[in-house]
Nanobody, 126 residues
């Protein structure tokens, strides 16, 4: 079992930055592909970013491309999401997810993931 705990969310003004962290425990996630998803009130969960097991490949939703950066530190069993130039429409609960995979495949669909964190709230004020 893999337990994921997100942190780093909060309230920020439009144009500001936040860095989310996703700390894994239970197993090393160095063999896991990781992803970030978000869900805004009244909306379905949507894909944000993905990274393969060694960090060699990343993929982003068009809505965050150029503003968000996903990265990982396997030695710390942690994945990050650096969010810059935040917009009010980025307001959501952000979740990290993990799936065992040594492929270069980018997993952009939520049901592809086996483990999920509890989420962290990000609120961007205008």
């Amino acid at each position: 079992q893999v337990q994921l705990v997100e942190s780093g969310g909060g309230l920020v003004q439009a144009g500001g930055s936040l860095r989310l962290s996703c700390a894994a425990s239970g197993r090393t996630v160095s063999s896991y592909a990781m992803g970030w998803f978000r869900q805004a009130p009244g909306k379905e969960r949507e894909f944000v970013a993905a990274i393969n097991w060694n960090g060699g490949s990343t993929y982003y939703a068009d809505s965050v491309k150029g503003r968000f950066t996903i990265s990982r530190d396997n030695a710390k069993n942690t994945v990050y999401l650096q969010m810059n130039s935040l917009k009010p429409e980025d307001t959501a609960i952000y979740y990290c997810a993990a799936v065992l995979s040594l492929r270069a495949t980018m997993y952009v669909v939520g049901r592809s993931y086996d483990y999920w964190g509890q989420g962290t709230q990000v609120t961007v004020s205008s």
